[in-house]
């Protein structure tokens, strides 16, 4: 272990927030006032940690905690299906990034075992991090007895010439979109957060657990008030008539394709022409990502892979107690019985 990193809880949301602006792999999601909005619409608790490296912040992890059935559960991020976030897990410093491997390796674990002291503490039975992509050193949670689950997100690259990237397109994709530029949509940025959660409840009725279901449109619209800047929600309209919709997150020099993207007129290729919008507004704005989530889905692969984007890597981290475990595999043989 390295006895040079310590653990201490965070309650200065200045110092956090600072550090979260500086961290090269630091998302929206990190920041303060995220994290206590997630805490009311999810009803897990949240508690926010920092890690030292001799007298330097090195890194952070916001963590959530909820006890249902008996159980302790501790995710980073919450539940998708009550947040809608899909990575957090540590952010580091500048720093970090500048130690050599030896260092990095070393640190991480540290970092992970006085980590695991505390979720004793709060006698987790499971425990769930969601890594930020790029972040691909799975080693020390597997060396601290995590399980790590390999899964992908979409990149496309914003730092190329825009006709780079339009001549990258699929060549179906690209005849969509223009097909859809002569009807000449309009797209405008709203706050309507309800609608948004209209649409998508109806899109997903079939399947009812989802987040639109389980979550008030309310925890969408707080944040949309709350940080104006980074999340925009934008809906197209054919002439009068609604025909998609999509939530932008915003945040350094990432754009990202967040909750949505809904459309109504497949006919008239809104979810094609929507993208483009944001990828150019992106790429105005001088951002120098564009992620596109979904690349698990295989549902979603086919129309996202058209915009010919890197494939990025993360990882799920996931520890489950002996209880857990037992629990679990009453409940399943349970289950099979009846």
């Not at 009803?43 to 890194?59: C, M, P, Q, W």
Request: net charge neutral; aromatic share 14%.
């Amino acid at each position: 272990m390295n006895h040079n990193i310590s653990i201490e809880p965070i309650g200065n949301k200045s110092l956090w927030d600072k550090f979260i602006d500086e961290s090269p792999n630091s998302l929206l999601f990190h920041k303060w006032d995220f994290l206590k909005i997630a805490e009311k619409y999810t009803g897990y608790k949240v508690y926010a940690y920092g890690f030292y490296r001799r007298d330097e912040l090195i890194s952070v992890l916001p963590i959530f905690h909820k006890k249902r059935k008996g159980m302790n559960f501790v995710y980073s991020p919450p539940q998708t299906t009550l947040s809608y976030i899909p990575y957090m897990g540590f952010a580091f410093s500048p720093t970090y990034y500048h130690l050599n491997q030896h260092e990095k390796e070393s640190g991480l674990c540290s970092m992970i075992s006085e980590m695991d002291q505390v979720l004793r503490g709060l006698s987790a039975n499971y425990v769930s991090y969601a890594t930020v992509p790029g972040d691909v050193d799975s080693r020390p949670y597997i060396w601290n007895g995590y399980e790590a689950l390999l899964q992908y997100t979409y990149v496309i690259d914003l730092e190329r010439p825009l006709e780079a990237i339009w001549e990258e397109f699929d060549r179906n994709c690209r005849k969509r979109i223009e097909a859809a530029e002569k009807l000449r949509p309009s797209v405008i940025r709203s706050d309507d957060s309800g609608t948004l959660f209209r649409i998508m409840r109806e899109r997903f009725a079939d399947q009812g657990d989802t987040f639109f279901h389980r979550q008030t449109p309310e925890y969408l619209k707080e944040l949309l008030s709350t940080f104006p800047d980074e999340i925009k929600m934008y809906f197209i309209y054919s002439g009068d008539e609604l025909i998609g919709a999509d939530v932008n997150c915003e945040y350094k020099d990432l754009c990202m394709s967040w909750m949505g993207t809904a459309v109504m007129k497949e006919n008239l290729n809104a979810n094609e022409y929507m993208l483009w919008e944001i990828i150019k507004g992106a790429k105005d704005a001088g951002k120098k990502r564009y992620e596109n989530l979904g690349a698990d889905e295989k549902r979603l692969n086919d129309f996202k892979a058209k915009f010919n984007p890197s494939l990025i890597p993360y990882f799920y981290i996931i520890k489950k107690n002996i209880l857990y475990r037992t629990t679990s595999y009453i409940m399943e043989k349970m289950s099979k019985k009846a």
